[in-house]
């Protein structure tokens, strides 16, 4: 198949040169956390590393089905001495896809005359909103029932069936490629030396074989015990690329005829392979939080009116991990504009959460460090007042996170889906304000000092200007902006004369707690309108904002990034 490059050499050149396209740097051959593994562990972890890699190939299928025979494109000419090819290559391999979106919210498209969709790979690239629901209303009315949940769970690619949709399980649309995860599972679960988490590889290597939602259940529930163990491996399953199943929630008539018929229409998985070597110092650091977890639970807004993942009287069932990388591929490697820093997983749509199973955050250590602190010192010199420099610190950035993964196990779980496209950028502000909203009684309590405190705050607020304004598909940029706005509304920062940030630190948790409550009550009530309104009335890109982006862009000509992973890449060739 022949494509056409839409990108110029110039603009080629500009993007991928090192001012432009930042590194993160995974483990290498020699590093020493490899190094240290038994031999058992380091077999395993080749293993693991080829499994991950096999999770790319699906992945890039579910991004969009012109991916593969891209890089294949890109590759034959590449060997022909094209520099253009090779040059897209490096963006390719990057956004891992041809599709993406940098920094400055500019949509990136490698390939001429390939745009991204809403239903990206997973739905047929002709399928749009009004003829989606039409269908799905005609098939309901047909009586078509178990097709149309077919259609509408999180796991299935939808294809067209002559008139119709058929939904087909991915465990069964990629049969071949999944057997070869298995395959690779099975064999890291052999000589992996730790039994717990041998077993869970032979679990999750089963729930690839035959498609079944509770063959996976079981995994993720073996997954999530796991806390003293050697290596880490999850196949990452997130939904936040599917812009056109959320729509449903914004057609009354196929609203009410799916609630009659008891169908939920989940937002489609997109899928992550993370392999790592777990860091013990840093994991015994991220445990602390623990104990204050049901203390949190109970202190959430409107508590008594729903349950929560996290018990407020009990110990919580949360596992966690830091976490060295070795290599992240699909949905969990894209450097989209940014990189997932941590996640707090299986998400609430999974059915393990249904039978006892509980929850694991695990933190990726080198995409969270800084590698540049003298470009860092600039943005401060830039943006944030002087008295306050002294309050910056980067790894206040990675308690704060923590808070944010934590989060995301409080608050309502039931009829969030009901938020259609708005689910996501609500459940993102939620875990960011509640984070943020209980650093005073974290403090209390013991975990953070008043020096620590100061800096979480300053940190955040400093931190969560953008370089531009995002679209509204962006979740997690989105809700940065109206965060924003809303502290600034309420007292929670000021600029100077000279236009630098000065965050007034005693008005930055209340109004978090106010926001968090807002948040919460959107959750609770489910009601899509409302959700769309709110984001709607702090979703305004500011004079302020700004003011500091331009400042950024100044700063950092930063568009995308890339990773660097010798380590892995050595045990591919093994």
Known sequence: MNFEFNLSMEELEKRTNKEYLATKKFLTPDSPEYVALKDGDKQALKHLVKAAAVIEKINMQLDCKYNLPFKQFLEEEIKKG?????????????????????SLSNKINL??????TPGKGVYPEDLFKEEFHTILTQMIKDGEINEVKNILTQRSVVVRFEDKLNGIDYIDYFKEDFSVVADELEKAGEVSTNKEFNKYLKLQAKALRTADPMLDAYADKQWATLQD???????????????????????????????ENNIS??????????????NKEGTQTLLKIKEYLPILAKNMPYNNEYEQTI??????KQTMADVDMVYASGDSGEYRGGITLAENLPNADKLSLTIGGGLRNVYHRQIRFISDKEKLQKMLDEILDKSQHKYYLDEADHWFTIGHENLHSLGPKKGNEKLGKYLNIIEENKADMGSLAFVDLLTELGMYTQEQRLQIIVTFITDNFLKSKPTLSQAHRVRTVMQNKYMFDNGGYTLTEDNKIFVNTDKVVPTAKKMLSEIVRIQIDGDIEQAKQYIERNFVWTDQMETIAQKLQKVSKTLNGKLETQLADFLLRK
């Not at 390939?111 to 991204?116: F, M, N, S, V």
């Open 229 to 259: 163990t050697p290596l880490e491996f999850t196949i990452t399953r997130e939904n936040y690329e599917d812009e056109l199943t959320g729509t449903i929630f914004e057609n009354k008539e196929l609203t009410a005829l799916l609630k």
């Open 82 to 102: 094209n520099k253009q090819a090779e040059l897209t290559k490096i963006l390719f391999d990057a956004q891992k896809g041809i599709n993406a979106i940098d």
């Open 265 to 278: 229409p989940i937002p489609k998985d997109f899928l992550g392979g993370r392999v790592g070597i777990v």
């Open 311 to 316: 018990s407020s009287t009990e110990e919580a």
């Open 111 to 116: 390939a001429k005359g390939i745009q991204e």
